[in-house]
Antibody, heavy 119, light 107 residues
Framework: QVQLVESGGGVVQPGGSLRLSCAPS????????IHWVRQAPGKGLEWVAF????????YYADSVKGRFTISRDNSKNTLYLQMNSLRAEDTAVYYC????????????WGQGTLVTVSS | DIQLTQSPSFLSASVGDRVTITCRAS??????LAWYQQKPGKAPKLLMS???TLQSGVPSRFSGSGSGTEFTLTISSLQPEDFATYYC?????????FGGGTKVEIK
C-alpha cells in the first residue's frame, strides 16, 4: 500500500538549518509530483512547497521562499526539504503529500515530523 | 493569492444530523477544490476532489458540490467517527491554499 514516511525533524535554534526527508513506498515515486505541507501547533494547514515528478518545476509559499529548498532524488526514492534561516514561526509538523493528477488533490500523506525552532 | 473562507469555523452537532460546511474562494477556481478530514494527532485524509468526486473508500454520506467561488461539503447523517476538523483546499493556482478549517464537535 502507499506510504510516505517523514524524518529529520527536531529542535533547532533560530537561524539554524534542518533537512527533512520523505521516503515513499507502494507507488512509482518518479512518476508523481509531491508537496510539503505544514501545520503549526493548534493551527490550520499551510502548503509549503511543490516539486514536479522529474524535479524540473518547483513552487514555494512566500513565507518560505528563499529559505527553504525542495528537492528529490528519484534514484534513491527520497524527497527532501532543506530549511535554512529557521524562525520560531516555522515551528510545525511537516507532512509530505503525494499529488493526485487525475483529480488534483493530495491523495496520500505521511504521518508528519515535528520541527521546533526555539532557543 | 487565492483566499479560501470556510464557515462555520466551529460546529456542534449530534449523531444523525445533516451537516453542511461552506468554502468560499476569493476568485474563480472552477472545480479545483478538495476536502480533507483531520483527526487530532493524525495526518489529513482526502475526502473529495474536483469539488464533488468522492475518494475511494470514503462513505457515501459525504458529498460535495459547487464550482467557481462557492462550494459545500455535506455529511448527510453524522456518525461518531465524523467528529473531526475539515479543510477545503484550492488547486487552481500556486500558491495552493487551504481554508481555515471547520471543527465538528459532538453536541
Amino acid at each position: 500500500q502507499v506510504q510516505l514516511v517523514e524524518s529529520g525533524g527536531g529542535v533547532v535554534q533560530p537561524g539554524g538549518s534542518l533537512r527533512l526527508s520523505c521516503a515513499p513506498s507502494g507507488f512509482t515515486f518518479s512518476n508523481y509530483d509531491i508537496h510539503w505541507v505544514r501545520q503549526a501547533p493548534g493551527k490550520g494547514l499551510e502548503w509549503v512547497a511543490f516539486i514536479q515528478y522529474d524535479g524540473r518545476d518547483k513552487y514555494y509559499a512566500d513565507s518560505v521562499k528563499g529559505r527553504f529548498t525542495i528537492s528529490r532524488d528519484n534514484s534513491k526514492n527520497t524527497l527532501y526539504l532543506q530549511m535554512n534561516s529557521l524562525r520560531a514561526e516555522d515551528t510545525a509538523v511537516y507532512y509530505c503529500a503525494k499529488h493526485q493528477e487525475a483529480h488534483p488533490s493530495f491523495d496520500y500523506w505521511g504521518q508528519g515530523t515535528l520541527v521546533t525552532v526555539s532557543s | 493569492d487565492i483566499q479560501l473562507t470556510q464557515s462555520p469555523s466551529f460546529l456542534s452537532a449530534s449523531v444523525g444530523d445533516r451537516v453542511t460546511i461552506t468554502c468560499r474562494a476569493s476568485q474563480d477556481i472552477s472545480s479545483y477544490l478538495a476536502w480533507y478530514q483531520q483527526k487530532p494527532g493524525k495526518a489529513p485524509k482526502l475526502l473529495m476532489s474536483a469539488a464533488s468526486t468522492l475518494q475511494s473508500g470514503v462513505p457515501s454520506r459525504f458529498s460535495g458540490s459547487g464550482s467557481g467561488t462557492e462550494f459545500t461539503l455535506t455529511i448527510s447523517s453524522l456518525q461518531p467517527e465524523d467528529f473531526a476538523t475539515y479543510y477545503c483546499q484550492q488547486l487552481n493556482s500556486y500558491p495552493l491554499t487551504f481554508g481555515g478549517g471547520t471543527k465538528v464537535e459532538i453536541k
